[in-house]
Nanobody, 115 residues
Framework: QVQLVESGGGLVQPGGSLRLSCTGS????????VAWFRQAPGKQREFVAS???????NYLVSVKGRFTVSSDNAKNTLYLQMNSLRFEDTAVYYC?????????WGQGTQVTVSS
């Protein structure tokens, strides 16, 4: 059974930074792409960032230049460094890896950007 656990969310002021982590059970990060999604209240879940096995990354346009996705396969951990946070980044953030059906998802971690 694959399990993903996100952490690192919290309350931060606009312009602040957070680093999210997603740790998985077993050697799961040989499945690519691994990705971050988010869901704001009343909105659909949206793609945020992903990383391929060759290190290539892809980002939602609104976070490009502010967010950085990375992975540490030795630690089975995916990261999302979030800088220059904005009010509109407030959401529950989820990590996802490929798997049967819609893949494997974590339970999410809340990020709230507020003054």
């Amino acid at each position: 059974q694959v399990q993903l656990v996100e952490s690192g969310g919290g309350l931060v002021q606009p312009g602040g930074s957070l680093r999210l982590s997603c740790t998985g059970s077993g050697s799961i990060f040989n499945r690519y792409p691994v990705a971050w999604f988010r869901q704001a209240p009343g909105k659909q879940r949206e793609f945020v960032a992903s990383i391929l096995s060759n290190g290539a990354t892809n980002y939602l346009v609104s976070v490009k230049g502010r967010f950085t996705v990375s992975s540490d396969n030795a630690k089975n951990t995916l990261y999302l460094q979030m800088n220059s946070l904005r009010f509109e980044d407030t959401a529950v953030y989820y990590c996802k890896i490929p798997g049967p059906g819609n893949g494997y998802w974590g339970q999410g971690t809340q990020v709230t950007v507020s003054s």
